[in-house]
Structure formats: structure tokens, C-alpha cells
């Protein structure tokens, strides 16, 4: 069991004590609502704290999945969870259960390693773009010696493909005509002119795609969970 007076909350800090409020530490809440969400779902009349969490208890009953109940709290940590768990994006969580004048109150605070994962990614692979281009700009051009070097392999590639076999020539075969070139393999003729320099739009791709993915995981989640709470307590 866990002591009350020893609880921590989902960002592994002891509960805040409301009556020692010390201004000069930094509000978490600022940036935690990056990696955690925050929701609130209204009782039925009469329903008790127990009676509550007995409806709940299926969602921590998963493989990976500890959890804890005293009195109107109930905290969950888990690790290693299976993709089937409907709540495998979180990792721990504490859900408590207020009595306010319009009756009683779950209250839920839940931390995801996950979204945190697909918060940081894009400023990752932002990052790596821009030492890309830094790395682009120290290269700088190519030389005279390589842009020279470059037109002699040209060169002697279509001289390879130009030439015929001493028996073909014999014969009086016409010469090939130089293969025309489709758009690809111009593309392909320009990387290597410019020296096959790295791009760095692969790594502008990802942060887009993490973004997006992050804003609609952050939304997405943050409502599905407050549904099935919703749904499990009212059933």
C-alpha cells in the first residue's frame, strides 16, 4: 500500500502541499501538459469513491499494468505495455475523487513518455536539417579540379555507350544514338553535379510528420480516455 503522506504525483514530485505554497519554484504546469493530460469526469449521484474505481479497475487490470487503491485515490504505473492495452500510451497516473457542492468529481492526471517522444522529435529532425545545411555551406561549391573531373567521367561515359564492337563496325552497323533521358535520370545527373551534397528536406519531412502526429495524439487521446471513463462509470 502507499502512504498518503508520501504520494507522488505523474511527474515523480510529492504532492504539492496546498497550505505551503513556495512561489519561487517553477509552475510545472506551464510545460507538463506536453506529456501529461489532465480531465475530469462527474459522478453519478450517490456514487461513491469505491464504487467508481470498482468500475475503472478493468483499465488497470492489463499486463505491465500496478496499481494501488486508498480510500479516493487510486495510482497506476506501467511498464512494458502491450499495444492492445486501451491505455498503453500512459506510463503512470493518479485519478482521485473530490466532493464538491454539485456533487462528486473524478479528477485524473496521467504522464505519456510517448507524447513527450513526439513532442521532441521534430525539433530533433529540425535540428539535424540544419547541420546538414551548416555542413552544405562549409563544403561550399565544388572546385574547378572536381567540376573538371565530373566532365571527364561524362565524358567517357558516353563514349562507352557511343562505341560500337570491332565486329559491329565491320559490318557497317550505324553508331547508337545516345539514350534519351527521362526526368529522373536528369535529376540523378544534376546530384552528382552538384557534388551528391546531402538534403536536408528528408529531415524537414519527419519533424512535419512527428508534429503532426504529436498534435493529433496530444487531442486525440486526451479525449478517447475522458470518453471511456465517462462511458465505464455511467454503465
Not at 475503472?56 to 505495455?81: I, V
Not at 492526471?109 to 530533433?124: D, E, G, I, Y
Not at 561550399?140 to 555507350?161: H, S
Request: aromatic share 8%; hydrophobic share 35%.
Amino acid at each position: 500500500m502507499i502512504d498518503r503522506t508520501q504520494m507522488l504525483d505523474t511527474t515523480s514530485h510529492p504532492l504539492p502541499d496546498h497550505g505551503h505554497s513556495d512561489q519561487s519554484k517553477p509552475n510545472m504546469r506551464m510545460i507538463d501538459w506536453i506529456w501529461t493530460v489532465r480531465g475530469s469526469v462527474p459522478l453519478a449521484p450517490g456514487q461513491s469513491a469505491a464504487e467508481a474505481f470498482d468500475r475503472l479497475e478493468p483499465f488497470f487490470l492489463a499486463p505491465g499494468t500496478s496499481f494501488d487503491r486508498a480510500g479516493d485515490t487510486l495510482t497506476f504505473t506501467k511498464k512494458d505495455q502491450l499495444a492492445q492495452d486501451r491505455m498503453s500510451i500512459y506510463d503512470e497516473g493518479i485519478l482521485q475523487v473530490e466532493q464538491n457542492e454539485g456533487g462528486a468529481l473524478l479528477r485524473y492526471r496521467m504522464v505519456s513518455k510517448a507524447l513527450l517522444f513526439c513532442f521532441l522529435a521534430p525539433l530533433l529532425f529540425v535540428a539535424f536539417g540544419q547541420l546538414i545545411v551548416g555542413i552544405g555551406l562549409l563544403e561550399g561549391p565544388p572546385t574547378a579540379a572536381e567540376k573538371k573531373l565530373q566532365e571527364e567521367k561524362k565524358k567517357e561515359e558516353e563514349k562507352k555507350v557511343r562505341t560500337l564492337h570491332p565486329i559491329d563496325q565491320f559490318l557497317g552497323a550505324p553508331a547508337p544514338e545516345k539514350p534519351k533521358k527521362d526526368e529522373k535520370s536528369k535529376e540523378k545527373d544534376k546530384e552528382k553535379e552538384q557534388g551528391n551534397k546531402q538534403s536536408p528536406t528528408s529531415a524537414y519531412v519527419f519533424a512535419v510528420l512527428f508534429a503532426i502526429l504529436y498534435g493529433v495524439g496530444r487531442v486525440l487521446e486526451d479525449r478517447l480516455i475522458n470518453i471511456r471513463f465517462r462511458r465505464s462509470l455511467s454503465d
